[in-house]
């Protein structure tokens, strides 16, 4: 196995076949230039993953295939390996197949289609796409060759307890004596699964003594962060090329020329988190179009920490800080919105909203007579401050952020239409614990967030003196709770049954299923966890089941 | 074959275990009072459907397994079907069956499990279940009986075009000499499906010359409404029995006596729509707990229709009006608005918005100094209403409706937390046209909504002598041209070639694309066509694909 190959880590965008295509076109330009043998793009290259119901539409199939014909006849004589989707040709069966093609010589000399379709979490493939009954190796250059996708290695027997396929495709093409397996990936981020799709295609180099080229997309398509992070092992798992995580990359993996020593593989937690959090705003923000975004910033840690990553996603010149103090605002908050917009350099506006809210209170005065204060109360400040965010929105052209973390958006602890509104919430997916440990790592080096803001206990600051804690328990003892129920899906008995409170517990997740109706109209949230509302946890809203 | 068969056509709550088993045990009650052999139960009626990721839940499937035990011991000496889930006994494999159980002296003799999984439109049975590699039929009685489950029976090589699955289970059955055929469904209602279904099903009887019974769910669960009309053929085809559409049922079929003529088989589109619309709402209502509604009235036909439906639904003591004029509101659109109030006799509130609209005015003069008018002070509006509504809501306890129609939703002609506001959308699949046609439906015996409402020029009043054609095209334009891109998924250059104008065509399609991230905030809304916007549509964001 002597081959020269490149790895074409891009970050394409969905739908976006013409762009893709150009983008394709540059890192062969690249490819050839470093005179590779054979240069390897990721899962769906050529229209962006996921594609989802977009892949329906004939007209963007049928793009699809054209661009790959494009590709077929200009690319130079290299060989280039690509993902996309061709038509099933085959009757009965699901319309598509999820593609890798190997173009050479101005031909598509072969063509895999993914045999394992996940679906589950955030995917649906089996919704689109038909499973190949057989998965043959190819020839390139003499070499015996065994491409796969995605979620075709990821069902080796001794790697995993619960297998979802009967097919092992790896397994299938080891038998035909092939000499490397290559993976083309669309793989997003949650915590830890840097680590875990390394082990684990480690494990299957080792398993079978063979080289494997793993390519993986970059990039953020709505809640999903692709991450990159492609790399290469020897017959022995032994990791010899690898490429940047978060960004684009083109390396090499000479296997005329192996390094001499492993590279470490390393994986620091917030560090990843945190650059998947900035490419994930960086993308969103580029590939709906906009340039700048404003927020609400309130003075807590929630809004502070957005305001944070949103300035180091994209400049302080675009993003905007909006401080909308009420009667219940502390001066301390209000101070510590400013210092903040100060640390950062950010423009930022000051709209009170007292009037307002005594506005309301005029107007709604007849239908609430003789009827107390309550959450009702609450709400309007926040949902006057959510319309106060999207009339500037709407006027200046700016992405509305919303800054409401995971473990309020799980037990309700948000407004419809108030702090709930926005384009894209940045940290839905972080757990208020995990909010605090970014923040103090990004403060590592600089105070941009005002100290203030991380010692204070937190305050939705709604009523006077109103602490989180009056509502909800000590985050610390909630986000454990929350973690085994949501991403470790454990019921009731087994969540009491790791030491806490019964009546807490009953009451925590009561709380979480009850309010399956406001995350069902959140903006989309970056995934960061195993496991995110949205998308990839799919609940009924009118249900009867608790725990 | 000489069996007396009952077929419960059953209204059960997802989630709810405990209280479906309450209501399959009454069921068995009137079945064992009517004598008959076998009583029928529909898909998943243990759990209701769709259950979604609770099937994800350990202690989910437990109780449903427990419920089946209960069943199984407690059933007098009948044969009971019911749809139920079981753990996929084998590994690898995914976790769970989607099981059709046949229950008799106090076991369990017999289990089908579903073989054709759907994976398209609102469905995603592959996200959990295993499809079994053989199909079996049973023995009840001595007569040899074919089980199937749903999509199974939807499989037919004559009957149609595309058929995405290689397996046919009835056909399968019928080589196995089955007498009988017995489908258990939780099939939606959409636009002409009950036709669709029956001409299906007819087809597949008179092919193999065998009867079928066919028993499916009734019941609104969140968007899908699932419509009963359960029904049975003879050999021949001829329908002999037939259930209540939208509504539970017990019907006998009784094959040792059956009726003299065939019984008819009718649908009416628009009753069809009404019925479903109103079982919508009503178990939405219920199966979240709440007894009232509240909505907007404009004058407008949306909110007009929207409010004579949930009156029809709940009943007039449990519908709201508010009334929320603006500077631009014209008189009459107040005087219609408190004319169906009245009509309906139905409570309801006035709170003007004038003052509120120049308190943010006000406070944001500053921000918008120097910068003129837009559609920003439209959405103010719509948000303050949003607002308003929404403290109603949280001070009174009552459910929200919003009011859009599928024309505005999909063109974008809408207000995020403005009009879009509420916990259930539910005209939101109704065409404009429709919502007209619906209207005058209803209008036809007395009018309930005023003669004005359906004869004015469509406005939003948001700016002076605003009327919908001034930003829209005429809605019998429309509505084609959002018939062909959304329910029959054309292309561009299709639906130009349809005889529309090219720009026209152009335009429509990008706001409609480009609107995607309203809708992905939009409450759930009532499915009424074959492609409603929401679960079953799922198309991402950030995006570049154009039609």
């Known amino acids: 196995m002597k081959l020269r190959v490149g790895m074409a880590q891009i970050n394409p965008t969905v739908g976006d076949i013409a762009g893709n295509l150009e983008k394709i076109k540059s890192f062969i330009s690249v490819a050839k230039k470093k005179h590779v043998d054979l240069v390897i793009f990721p899962e769906l290259a050529v229209i962006g993953y996921p594609p989802m119901d977009l892949l329906e539409k004939e007209r963007f199939i049928e793009s699809n295939l054209s661009a790959v014909e494009t590709l077929t006849k200009q690319a130079p004589k290299m060989g280039v390996i690509i993902g996309f989707v061709k038509k099933n040709p085959h009757q009965p069966g699901m319309p598509l197949l999820n593609c890798a093609g190997l173009l050479y010589n101005g031909k598509l000399t072969f063509t895999h289609a993914k045999t394992l379709l996940p679906s589950y979490d955030v995917f649906d493939e089996t919704r689109y796409f038909q499973s190949p009954s057989r998965v043959k190796r190819t020839l390139f250059f003499n070499n015996k060759i065994g491409i796969s996708i995605c979620e075709d290695i990821w069902n080796d027997k001794d790697f995993w307890e619960r297998r979802l396929y009967a097919k092992d495709p790896i397994r299938e093409l080891t038998k035909q004596k092939v000499e490397l397996i290559i993976n083309i990936s669309a793989s997003p981020f949650s915590q830890g699964k840097g680590e875990l799709r390394y082990q684990m295609i480690k494990n299957v180099a080792k398993r079978y003594n063979l080289p494997i080229i793993y390519v993986n997309q970059v990039g953020g398509n709505d809640s999903l962060i692709f991450d990159g992070g492609s790399f290469a ?44 959090l900035l490419l994930g705003i960086k993308d969103y923000v580029k590939k709906t179009g ?236 970056l995934k960061v966890t195993s496991k995110a509302f949205g998308f990839g946890r799919r609940m009924p809203i009118a249900q009867k089941f608790h725990h």
Not at 404 to 426: H, I, P, Q, R, W
Not at 488 to 496: A, F, Q, R, T
Request: proline fraction near 4%; hydrophobic fraction near 35%; charged fraction near 30%.
């Open 233 to 276: 092992l020897d017959e022995k798992g032994r990791l010899i090329a690898q490429a940047k995580r978060f960004d684009e990359d083109f390396v090499i993996v000479d296997f005329n020329n192996l390094p001499g020593s492993e590279i470490t593989f390393q994986e620091d937690e917030l560090a990843s988190i945190h650059q998947a």
């Open 290 to 525: 906009f340039k700048k975004v404003l927020l609400g910033l309130s003075g807590g840690i929630d809004s502070s920490l957005t305001c944070l990553l949103a300035v180091q996603a994209l400049g302080k010149k675009n993003v905007c800080g909006v401080l909308m103090p009420s009667p219940y605002s502390s001066t301390s908050s209000v101070k510590d919105a400013k210092k903040l917009a100060e640390n950062l350099g950010i423009e930022h506006e000051v709209i009170p909203i007292e009037n307002l809210f005594s506005s309301y209170k005029r107007s709604l005065n007849k239908a609430f007579e003789g009827m107390s204060e309550d959450v009702t109360e609450e709400n309007i400040q926040a949902r006057i401050r959510g319309t106060l965010l999207m009339a500037l929105s709407n006027k200046y052209g700016y992405l509305l952020l919303s800054t409401g973390n995971k473990s309020e958006l799980a037990m309700g602890y948000c407004t419809l239409y108030g702090d709930m509104a926005g384009g894209l919430a940045v940290i839905s997916d972080l757990p208020k614990t995990l909010v605090y440990r970014l923040a103090g790592y990004l403060n590592r080096e600089k105070e941009w967030i005002p100290k203030n803001v991380l010692t204070k206990a937190p305050s939705a600051e709604l009523r006077p003196n109103q602490k989180d804690e009056d509502s909800l328990p000590p985050y610390t003892i909630l986000d454990e709770i929350l973690h085994s129920y949501i991403e470790e899906n454990k019921g009731k008995e087994e969540i009491i049954r790791q030491g806490f409170d019964a009546d807490l517990v009953k009451e925590v997740l009561e709380k979480i299923d009850r309010n399956e109706y406001k995350r069902r109209q959140a903006p989309p949230g």
